[in-house]
């Protein structure tokens, strides 16, 4: 039999989102939505991994031969997976936040300033609160969609170097078997390339070890949230777990500036367990005040410094996040304008 079918070209898929607003938690979004529900993402290919199960079936059948029924696959409990790495983008980059910090408060005016720390509390996602997305990677041919729902991100690391803008590889975790015959038929949102974030556009780049905010050149900046324990709660009565629990919340830091005299200051620090408080931020010297704004607040401990030798000395400082004793500073605090009011 002849093969008719011509090849496809990676760049001929699409990697679509958008929020549960509309139906809650439990249920997709129909393949319908569009406009400004439906988020375009520009990233680097990337692959729903479904999470099918397999049990091997002991079985005494008068052969030595393996047969049909001695392995079983199912989907019950599945929980999809998949990690995606793009440019960060003003217009889409507020959804990809409130998909890990579960946390959100916005402005009610222009330019919709949004404001992301981790609760206090497990967000209840049976309400439903927090929030979740549908997913599709989308295939050049009709109805051949891989789709998932319920998702959130458990992980998320961010990345600012001299020669690319803001970088951000994330961890997303789904719920139930994909469908692979969706066909997502709206017109999404695509976000603008001229809202990226660019290290040489920093108004901000400090470190307080206690005495006051100094001012670094900035090498690289590297920025990871992590729950790195997601429990896969109950049961929904049709295959699938109920609900997620977030647990082991772990933060860190990496900065690399420039090495000077206050450089010497985090090894007083370190060793004398200080606490130190970081911001790194774009646009405004009060956050969110101007669209495309974008500011990283955080405070926490060295935990390891190092010197990089090369064409100048270059000083490294690794941390970890914490809240204060008082739990009056948060661990980390970012705020992001775009001028998009998602009614949060």
């Not at 199960?53 to 031969?65: A, E, F, L, M, T």
């Not at 949004?114 to 979740?132: E, H, V």
């Not at 990677?137 to 051949?144: G, L």
Request: glycine fraction near 8%; charged fraction near 20%; charge should be negative.
């Amino acid at each position: 039999m002849a093969i008719t079918e011509v090849s496809q070209a990676t760049a001929e898929k699409k990697y679509l989102f958008a929020e549960q607003t509309t139906v809650g938690f439990g249920t997709a979004e129909a393949d319908a939505v569009t406009g400004a529900a439906l988020c375009q993402l520009d990233c680097e290919p990337f692959e729903i991994v479904p999470d099918v199960k397999r049990i091997d079936n002991p079985q005494s059948v008068g052969s030595r031969k393996p047969r049909d029924s001695s392995v079983i696959f199912h989907s019950n409990g599945s929980a999809p997976t998949f990690a995606i790495t793009y440019n960060a983008m003003a217009d889409n980059l507020d959804h990809l936040f409130a998909a890990i910090f579960q946390n959100v408060t916005e402005g009610e005016t222009t330019p919709f300033p949004k404001t992301y720390t981790f609760g206090d509390t497990q967000p209840n996602f049976r309400t439903p609160a927090g929030y979740a997305y549908t997913f599709w990677e989308c295939d050049p041919a009709a109805s051949k969609d891989v789709k998932v729902f319920d998702v959130i991100s458990n992980k998320m690391t961010l990345t600012l170097t001299l020669d690319a803008p803001l970088k951000v590889t994330q961890e997303f975790i789904a719920r139930g078997l994909p469908s692979f015959v969706a066909n997502q038929t709206g017109t999404p949102t695509e976000a603008s390339n001229a809202d990226m974030f660019y290290a040489q556009k920093l108004a901000r780049k400090t470190i307080n070890f206690g005495g006051g905010a100094k001012s670094f050149d900035l090498v690289s900046l590297e920025i990871g949230l992590a729950w790195n324990t997601v429990q896969l709660i109950g049961q929904d009565g049709a295959g699938s777990f109920d609900t997620y629990g977030l647990f082991d919340l772990k933060n860190i830091f990496k900065i690399q500036v420039v090495k000077d005299s206050d450089f010497h200051t985090a090894l007083t620090n370190w060793s004398t367990d200080v606490p130190i408080d970081c911001n790194f931020g774009w646009g405004n010297a009060t956050p969110g005040t101007v669209d495309n704004d974008l500011d990283f607040a955080f405070h926490g401990k060295i935990v390891n410094t190092a010197k990089a030798h090369n064409q100048i000395i270059e000083g490294i400082f690794e941390g970890e996040m914490f809240e204060n004793d008082a739990g009056t500073v948060e661990p980390i605090t970012a705020v992001l304008a775009n001028a998009v009011d998602r009614s949060w």
